[in-house]
């Protein structure tokens, strides 16, 4: 068996965001344990003056007056962990999680689907090249061999099972996944690599030491079944956005939520399929988190759409306090349709229609956009009916007019109410008798006729029963 072990060592560091987000340099950043008060992680800028791994709170203060401070939370780097496997899980399988910053695959069965390392490597890397994390990588014969070397910056990807075998005979016991008073009782008798300990015959460490250091050596060396739990991510779109300082402008979220955006983008087009619905979490530092949605009529999976949307949808929102953090995720999704275009239409425009009304959604509310509907009643004014512009939620599909497949006359504009014709007219085609609403107390007993005035004017007018003209409409 063949192992690839992913070690993120600044997990958190990598997944905040702050404003000089593109050049680290500008800004000394450092992770800090809260209760050892030691610092786990740091920026390229925080290294170049002196600050160490482990190196305590007091003394990185003194060398780096600037430096900007962030407790570490496992929390954090366990969510961007599940992200990455989930990313990952798109171009390879048997993918284990390893909390809170690794990630062990099984590569075994790839190289059958890529035909050799190389070629799996580079399509491994390159799609990790998206998330923009940093991260120490290599392969093994088990498990514990590659999670071995990857910690130790190794940085190779190796086939070959002897060089595998003795590449980790030279690493220090301390090294090693045994517990430190394993570690402690083998150094007090001589045993301070792994090559040292594999000398050692498994029936003689049976008989002086525990059997959970036979089971270690027998994992390591692949010699022992190592029990593993594959993840199998849901295919939601769910991403969590920790800002490294708080925001208390809602202008100022548009580049944190450009980042989300994209990381939608590159989800939604590698699945060929769009989002209609979008909820984004603020998560407010002293208030309760405010949830606002973002709709797409159409259906959208490019990162500049949403944040257009987005950008009118927060110019009418109010936050209670400052920002901490975004969470995005996909309330509706659907397939990807591409849009019918009639050649001898010619050029409508930038915009189709569905796009125009999630445009004026995102700016006026999903409230102030209707549209027309057509009913089965015969009674010309109340053929149509005026209903909300929404999306149905079972077929990801607009509620939008449907056609009125029918030869009758019906006129462009249809006045509210029928007025008096009083102008001279000449009928040119009727009459069209609609007896209707005896049912529901609005009855009506009509002859329609298309009619043209002196000015030219096509009319659709009307005659009662008691011989009086009515216009109801006029024709384009």
Known sequence: MLWLYLHFPSLQMDTLFHQDNDNDNDLAL??????????????????????LLGMGLGSAAALCQDLQ???????????????????????TSDISLSPPNGV????????????????????????????????????????????????????????????????????????????????????????????????????????????????YIGKLTGQFKHPIDFYHPPDLFCY????????????????PLNILFQRLELFLKLRDSVAYELNLVLHQRDHQDKTIPFHSAQGDY?????????????????????????????????????????????????????????????????????TLLFTDDPRPEMATQVVPFTIDAQQCTPVCPRALKSTLFRPSLLYPHPIPLTAQVKVTLGPERIVSGWWDGHPVKRDYFVARNTSGQWLWIFRTEDHHWFVHGQFS
């Not at 969590?240 to 580049?255: G, M, P, R, V």
């Not at 019918?340 to 006026?364: C, M, P, R, V």
């Open 30 to 51: 450092a992770i800090v344990d809260g209760r050892k008060h030691t610092i786990v992680q740091l920026n390229q800028k925080a290294a170049k003056q002196g600050l």
């Open 69 to 91: 401070v962030h407790p570490y939370d496992p929390k954090i780097e366990e969510q961007r962990l599940i992200e990455i496997a989930q990313w990952l899980y798109l171009i």
């Open 104 to 215: 062990l695959i099984k590569v075994t069965n790839m190289l059958s689907l890529y035909s050799n390392m190389e070629n799996y490597w580079r399509t491994l890397s390159q799609h990790l090249a998206h998330l923009q994390v940093h991260a120490s990588y290599s392969t093994g014969l088990s498990p514990y061999a590659a999670i071995l070397m990857a910690k130790q910056n190794k940085n190779w990807v190796v086939t070959d099972t002897q060089q595998l075998k003795n590449a980790i005979r030279h690493y220090a016991i301390s090294l090693s996944e045994l517990p430190a008073s394993q570690v402690n009782q083998l150094q007090r008798v001589g045993i301070h690599n792994i090559g040292d300990l594999l000398a050692l015959p498994l029936p003689e460490v049976a008989k002086r030491f525990n059997i959970d250091l036979v089971n």
């Open 240 to 255: 969590f956005l920790e800002l490294l300082f708080d925001i208390e402008n809602i202008a100022w979220l548009e580049k």
């Open 302 to 370: 490019l990162a500049t759409k949403w944040q257009v949307l987005s950008t009118l949808t927060l110019e009418s929102i109010r936050i209670d306090s400052a920002v901490t953090g975004l969470t995005l995720s996909v309330t509706r999704l659907g397939e990807n349709s591409s849009n019918d275009h009639d050649l001898f239409d010619g050029i409508k425009g930038n915009q189709t229609a569905l796009e125009l009304a999630s445009t004026l959604q995102a700016k006026l509310g999903p409230q102030a956009v209707t």
